[in-house]
C-alpha cells in the first residue's frame, strides 16, 4: 500500500500515484504523464483507475491522454463547469478499491463546484482515514483560493469552510495529500513543508484557525490573487480533453543562419539564467530563464505564438520546451546552438542590460530626477509590505498589457525581490523600444538588507 | 562529424545516426525510434533527413514515425515492390550535405531491387569516401541472401555480385557500415564481429573471395534461408507505412484470478529464461524466452493473437513487448505477477518438462525403442553439418504446421545445439496435446563435447 | 522542508534523508550510501549530520562511510553494546537545525539499549512535533522485537513500553517514519502499507491496544523471532565501522571453463529464480534467488566464503552482489556467463529437482509410506497457525545445522508457503548429498487452497 | 568482438574498451573510471588487461585505479622517464587474446619515449590487421607533437616518423583509433571527424603527405605548442599512480553566509557559461565556465589551491568537479546555491563586465587613442594568421604570469575568436585589480566576418 508523489517543478503541481498489490490509481496527472506508467510498472502495478479533484486552471490535464495509455476511467466531480467530455461523474461516498485499499470520494466545493477530495483507508485496520487528497482545498499552511466566481465571491467561500469542516472531521491522524506545494500560484501562504497531516493543519494552519464561517467569508473574500490569461485556455481544454504532447519533446538545434531566417514571425525567449540575458542577449528577445516558465509564459506569451528559444544546451531547450507543453504553448520551432558568443561571432547583433546595485539606487533615489523611475513589478501583496518611495508599481503580468503607463523618453531601473522578475520587465521593455532600462540586481531583498526603509 | 550504430538485439539489425554540425540523418530507422531524437538532441543536431537502405522485411521500418516526429523527409530507392508511400525516391548520384559530411547514395540492389548504399565524404579533405553503408549488399564476413525473387534466382545473385564490386570500388580505406550484425537471419555466416573495412572484407570476407562472376551465382542460388511467416507482413506495413508503437510499453500486471479469466482467448507466452520454463510453467503456454522473440515470434504467433506474459518482472514483460512490437504483435494484454510459485499457490495448475543429459540420450539411441524418438529441430545448414543418428529433423519454425509428422502416441526427446530451440518444441508439442517429451539439454554441443559422433 | 525515504528491498529497511534550504541529514543510513549524496545534490542541499537510531543488527551501517564521503558527523545514542567508534553520543533533548526544520532526540530504549527516537518540527509554525523516525521502536501496524537481552527480557519490554508512550504523547498529529517496512524481519506483523501517523497507530497498532504495561511485556517476552548468525558479524561492524562497499559491485562474467577451475574453494549460489533453480542447475549448487538473499544468505552462508554466482544476466548479478554486500559478504568471485544451457552444451554435469502439486502430495500424505517424509520449513509462527499432518517441521534457518535429523535413505518433499523456501531447502539437502528430493510447488499455499485442512 | 571509445569531454581524450567472449580489455582509461567496468558488465565481459600507450601528460590516468578495481594488471611500453610503478613492461611483438581477438604490442616513439600502439586482429580470419590503436602517434588528420624533450627534438621527431611507417605498414584496411579526437591540445589539426582508417589517412593526413624523412623533422621541429603547467603533475602522478577520485563528487551547496566565510582563503571560480559571468558576477571570482575548464583550469589554478565554485545548479556543479578531479584539482569546497541574484539580494557585491561588438573595437581601434588597448589572448598559431592592427598579444595561458606587461592605468579590452577566452582574460585582469576591462563579444569571428582586415 504506498502513496508516491509526483511534482511538477514550477508549477508547484502535485499528483500522485496511489496502490496495492496489483492495481494503481492516478490522482490529477498532468499531460506529460508517461512517467506514471513507467511508476507503476517498477510497482508492479497496473493503471485501473484516474481520478481529479477538479478541473485545473494551471495546467493541461493528463487524465485523457493516460486513459488512452492504459485503458483506465477518468472519474471527475459533479458541477464542473461544462461538460468533462473524457471523464464520468462520481460523487460522494462512491468508493473504489486497490488491492486492499479503499479510496472515498467527498463532495468539498469552494475552490471550484466541481471540487472533490479522497480520503483512503486500509481495509485490514479499522475504520478510520489513513490520508486525504485534499486538491486545491487544503494545503499545507494554506487553503484554496475562491476568487474564480467573483459573483459569487460569498458563497464560494461558505463553500469551503464547509468542506474544510468536512475534510477536518477525518480526524487528526490522517495524513495530508493537496494537489499544489509552496510556489504555486493558487495559494500565497503554503509552507515551504512537504509533508502534514489534518491533525497538524487543524492547529497549526493559519486559514484554519478562524473558526467563525464569517470570519473566514470576509477573509477569503479579500484576499487577492492573479490570474494569467492562459488560464482560459486550460479551462477549455480541460473540458474537452487536450491532445498529448509530442513524443520527442527536445526542439531541434538550429545554426545562426536557420536561427535568424525564422527570427522574424516568432517570438525569441531566452530560457538562460538571469545574469546570461544580462550580460549578452539577442535583440528583442524576452527573458524567460527555464525554471520561470511555468509561473510568466501564461502571461507574456500567446497560445499561437511560435517560438524560438535560446538556450545555454540542449537539455535547457528541452527542460522548457516541456515546461512549455504543461501549459499549452507547443509551437516550439527550435533553439540556436551555439548561443552566445556563437551567434557574435558571426558578427551578428547582441544587447545587453546593465546592472545597478543598492548604492547606486538609493543614489537615484536620492537624487530624485525627472528622468529617472524606479519600476516595481512585483505582485500586489508584495506591494502592499511595502516599496521603495517613488516607485511606480505595474505588476510583471500586467507589463505587457500597460505599457502605454510608461515614457520612452524616460530611464527605467527595474526591480521585484531580487532581480529576476525585474530582469523579465527589463526584457519586456527593451522589446517594446525603451532604450534606457537597467535592473536593480538584489532588489527588495537588498535594498533592506542594506538598512534601508520602505513606504506603505 | 560522427557515426553512432544503433543495434536492435535478437534482430542484430544496425541502424545509423550520422551528422555534423547541427544536421544529422538517420539511417534504417526502427519502429521504437524516440531513441534517435534523444540521442541527436545529446549530439545537439536535428535530423534533416532519414535513409532507407532497403525494404526491411524481418522488422517494421521506423522511418515513416520518425519522420512524423522530426518532419525530416524518407527517402528510399526505385522499384521498390510497391509505392513506398511514406518516401520519396532517391536514385544514384544523389547527394545530401549534413555540416561538412557529404552522402551519396550507390543503387545496389540483389538483395532487393530497391537496395541502395551509402558513401560518405569528409568535405575537407580528398575526394575518397571515409565509409559506406552497405545495407543488406555487404556484411562483415558475409554477403546479403539473395532468395527473395526465387523467379528471378540467378538474375539477383548476379546483381548483387555487381553491386558489391561498385561498392570495393570505392576503396579499401572505406569502413563498413552494413545493416545487420552477426546474429541476424539475413545472413548465416557473418563474422562475431562489429567493425570492418572494405579493404579487410576485399582480402578476408570468403564471399568476396569468389571472384568469378558465375560462380558467385551459383554459390548464392545454392544457399538456403529461412523465411518467417511474418515476412510478409512486415513487407506489407514497411510499404504503407506502420503506426507507432505504444507510448507505453510495459504490459499491466495481471493477479492470478484476472490472467486466468483472460487465457481462453488468448496465447500465453512464457518470456523467462529456458530453466525456468523446464522447471515450472503455465500448462499450454509456449516458451519463447524474452531475447528468443525476435527470432522465433514470427514463426509461432500469429498477428492477430492476443497475448498473455509470463515474466520473472515488469522488466522482462517489458522487455519482451517491445521486442514483439517491433516485430508487429501489438497485442499484449498483460504479464502474471506473480508468476511461479505464485500462481501454484493458488492451487492452480502448473507442468514441468523433465531434462535429460548426454548419457541419458546415448543410452536411448543405443537402445534404439520403437517408441521414442529424437527430434532434433535445428535449421537445415546445421543440419547438413551432421546429426545423432536415427534423429528426426524438423526445423523449429515448421513444427507447428508439420505437427502430423510426429504420433502423440510416442516419446520424443527434442534438441537443438544446446536445448534453447528443443526447448520451445516441447512447448509446441506440449501444447498441442503430446504427453511424453523431454528436452536433451547440453543438445548437439553436449553431444559432441562428449566425444559423439555424427551422421550426415 | 521534505523527508524522503529510501528503502532496502529485501531487507525492508528504511533510510531517510531530511532536510531545508540547503542542509540536510541521513538517517540510518545503509552500506551502499553513494545515493544519499546523489540525493542531496538534486535537493541542493549538503550533508551535514548522520543520525542513527540503534547500532544495526541486520545490515551494515552506512554511517561511517557516509561520514568520509561527506565530512557530516556520526550521532548515535547511549548505551551501545560497545563503543560506536565512529559516532559521538546524543542524548534526550538534544537539538539539530536544517533550514527551518529542527530534530529533536528522544531516548526509546526498548528494542536496543542505545534506541532513539528522532522528533521534527517546523520552526515556521507551532510546537507539534510534524513528524517522527521512531527506528525500530514502533512500526506501521506493529512494535520493536525485544529479544535480544535474553537475560533481562522483562526489563527490556518494559523499557519499550515507556517509549512507546514517550513517542506517543508527541500527539496524534506527528508522522511515522520507521526504519522498517512490512518484510522485515524485525518485525512480524508489520502492515503492508508505507505510511502512517501516530493518530492512526495509536488506534489500530494492534500492540499499542494493549494499554497495561504487565501484558504488554508478557506478550513480547512471550513472541518468537528468529536471529540468524549473521547478526553477530553485523553488530561488531557496526560499532568499529565496516569498509566502503567495492565501487564496482557487478562481479565479473565468467567462462564455463574458469568458472569450474573456481568451484572446488567455491560456494556456487543460483542467484536466479525458484523456476530456473528446479528445471536445471550446477550440481551441489544453492538455490538462492537474487531477491532472497537478504533474508536467507546470512542463514545459509558463512563471512568467508568465496562465492561463485548463477544468474541470468549480469543484472541479476550485480543486483545479487549488491545485496550481498549489505549484509557483509563481499568475496564474490564472479557469475557464469552464459549459465544453462550453454553450461550443459560444453557437456558439463547437471541437475534438476522434480515438483509436484497438491494432489500428489495429498496422495502421497494418505499412503503414508515409511520411506517418504514431507518436510515443512516454514518458521516457527508460521508452523504454530497449522501442518499438514504427518510433517517433519525444521525451520529454513536452522536446517545447515539440523541436517542430522534426516535419513538420507529417506524421500523427502520440501515444502513452505508456496514453494520457494522448499525449494531452497531442497537445494541444501541436495548438497548435502540427499538423493530422493522433490519441491511441493504451491506448498500450503496451494494445499490450503485445495480445501485440506491442517493440524496444529 | 567490439570496440567501445570513451570521449573525455573537454580533453578529447578517447580511451577504449574492447574484447570479445567474456574478456576485456581498458587501453587508456581516464581518472574517473567506474564506468568502463559499467560497460565491460554491459557486454557481460570481465576486465583482464589494462593497457597504457604511454604516459599521459594531460590527464590522470586511471590505470592503476582501474586495476585496483578489477585485479587486471596494468601493460606500459618501455623507457618510460621513470619508473610507472604500477605497470609492468610490454615490448614489441607481445601478443594478448580476449575470446578470439588478438592484440599484438608495436613500439612507436616519437611523441614520447616510451609510446606503443596496438594492433587488434580476428583470429577466425586472415592475418591483416582490423585496427590499430595509435596513442600520440597518429592522429584523424594530424600526427603528434614531439616537444617535449626539446634537447633531443630532431630525434624524437625522426623516431615519429619512422613510427608512422610502422604503423601505416599495417595496411590501409585498418581502422585508426586515436588517442585524442578534435579539440584535444595534444595537436592542433586534428580532423573533426571521430572516425578514420590506415588507408585514408595515408592518402589524407596532411602530415602523412610529407614522405621524406628529413622535411617531416624539419616541420615537426618547426611546430609550435603550448604545454600548461600542470602538465608537470600529471606525469608526476602517472609514474606513481594518482588515488581514485572522491566516491561522490558534487561539491557541497553552501549558502550565501557560508561561501562568505570561505572566500578568503580559497579561489572562486564561476563555472557558469561566458554571458552569465559578464552580466553578475562575485568580485574577484575568476570565469571559467565548466566545459572550459579542461583546456583552461591547468594554466590558471595552482594544484594546492581551494575551490570555491559559483554554478547554476548542482548538476553544473558536479560536472565541474568531475573535469576538475581528471586533471588532479581536488579541493573543490562547494558551490554558492543560489548563485546570482540570490547572492545580491542579501546585499553581498557583485560586478559586472561591458561587452562591445565589431562596430565599437572598429571605432575605437580608428581613434587610436593612448588610453585603450585591444588585448588578444589567442595562441600563437592563431595569431599567426593574423591580428587586429595594433593589437597587444598575450596567450590566455600567460597571462597570470605577464600581467607587469600591462598597466592598470589603461582601459583594455580583451578579445579572442569568439569572446569566450576574452572573458577568462577580463576576470584574471579584474582580480589582479584592473578597473577598466570590457569584452570584445564576438572577437576575431565577428571581425572578419564584418569584412575587416587583419595584420600580420
Redesign the interface.
Known amino acids: 500500500?504506498?502513496?508516491e508523489s509526483i511534482k511538477t517543478p514550477g508549477l508547484a503541481q502535485l499528483s500522485y500515484l496511489i496502490g496495492?498489490?496489483?492495481e494503481a490509481a492516478v490522482i490529477d496527472p498532468r499531460r506529460d504523464c508517461?512517467d506514471y506508467?513507467?511508476m507503476?510498472?517498477?510497482r508492479?502495478?497496473?493503471?485501473t483507475h484516474i481520478f481529479e479533484t477538479h478541473r485545473n486552471e494551471d495546467l493541461i490535464s493528463g487524465a485523457p491522454i493516460l486513459s488512452e495509455?492504459?485503458g483506465a476511467p477518468v472519474h471527475h466531480g459533479p458541477n464542473a463547469a461544462g461538460d468533462v467530455t473524457y471523464a464520468d461523474t462520481v460523487r460522494e461516498g462512491d468508493t473504489f478499491t486497490f488491492g486492499?485499499?479503499t479510496l472515498k470520494v467527498l463532495e468539498t466545493p469552494g475552490h471550484t463546484d466541481d471540487s472533490l477530495s479522497f480520503a483512503i483507508y486500509?481495509d485490514?485496520?479499522?475504520e478510520?482515514a489513513?490520508?486525504v487528497f485534499t486538491g486545491d482545498a487544503m494545503f499545507v499552511?494554506d487553503v484554496g483560493r475562491t476568487d474564480f466566481y467573483p459573483d459569487r465571491a460569498k458563497e464560494v467561500a461558505g463553500c469551503l469552510y464547509d468542506s474544510l469542516e468536512k475534510i477536518l472531521s477525518l480526524?487528526?491522524?490522517?495524513?495530508l495529500y493537496p494537489a499544489h506545494g509552496a510556489g504555486s500560484v493558487c495559494g500565497d501562504n503554503m509552507?515551504?513543508?512537504?509533508?502534514?497531516?489534518?491533525?497538524?493543519e487543524?492547529?497549526?494552519n493559519p486559514m484554519l484557525q478562524i473558526r467563525d464561517r464569517d470570519k473566514f467569508i470576509d477573509r477569503k473574500v479579500a484576499e487577492h490573487h492573479e490570474q494569467p490569461p492562459y488560464f482560459r485556455t486550460m479551462e477549455r481544454l480541460n473540458l474537452k480533453g487536450a491532445a498529448?504532447t509530442?513524443?520527442?519533446l527536445?526542439p531541434?538545434?538550429?545554426?545562426a543562419e536557420?536561427f535568424d531566417q525564422l527570427c522574424d514571425n516568432a517570438v525569441v525567449i531566452d530560457v538562460?539564467?538571469?545574469?546570461?540575458?544580462?550580460?549578452?542577449?539577442l535583440p528583442r528577445s524576452i527573458a524567460l530563464p527555464e525554471d520561470m516558465i511555468p509561473a510568466f509564459a501564461g502571461w507574456i506569451l500567446d497560445e499561437q505564438d511560435e517560438l524560438l528559444l535560446v538556450a545555454?544546451s540542449?537539455?535547457q531547450a528541452?527542460a522548457a520546451a516541456r515546461h512549455l507543453a504543461r501549459i499549452g504553448f507547443d509551437h516550439v520551432l527550435?533553439y540556436l546552438?551555439p548561443?552566445?558568443?556563437?551567434w557574435?561571432?558571426?558578427?551578428?547583433?547582441?544587447d545587453?542590460?546593465?546592472?545597478v546595485?543598492?548604492d547606486e539606487v538609493k543614489a537615484r533615489v536620492a537624487d530624485n530626477g525627472e528622468q529617472w523611475s524606479l519600476l516595481d513589478v512585483r505582485g500586489r501583496n508584495e506591494i502592499e509590505e511595502g516599496v521603495v518611495s517613488g516607485a511606480t508599481t505595474i505588476y510583471i503580468g500586467h507589463l505587457p498589457q500597460q505599457l502605454e503607463q510608461l515614457s520612452k523618453e524616460k530611464h527605467y531601473t527595474t526591480m521585484c525581490?531580487?532581480?529576476?522578475r525585474a530582469t523579465i520587465a527589463a526584457s519586456i521593455l527593451r522589446r517594446a523600444g525603451f532604450q534606457h532600462v537597467d535592473v536593480f540586481?538584489?532588489?527588495?531583498?537588498?535594498?533592506q538588507?542594506?538598512g534601508n526603509s520602505v513606504t506603505q
Request: glycine share 14%; with cysteine.
Open positions: 500500500m504506498f502513496v496495492d498489490g496489483n508517461d506508467a513507467q507503476a510498472r517498477q508492479g502495478c497496473r493503471i495509455i492504459t486492499e485499499m486500509d485490514n485496520f479499522g478510520q489513513v490520508g499552511g480526524g487528526d491522524q490522517a495524513i509552507a515551504n513543508r512537504e509533508f502534514s497531516t489534518l491533525g497538524y487543524r492547529d497549526n498529448p509530442r513524443r520527442v527536445t531541434p538545434a538550429l545554426s536557420k538562460r539564467g538571469i545574469s546570461a540575458y544580462l550580460g549578452a542577449h545555454e540542449s537539455e528541452e527550435g546552438d548561443a552566445l558568443p556563437g557574435a561571432a558571426a558578427a551578428r547583433p547582441f545587453s542590460v546593465p546592472v546595485d543598492v525581490a531580487s532581480g529576476a540586481l538584489g532588489s527588495m531583498g537588498a535594498w538588507a542594506a
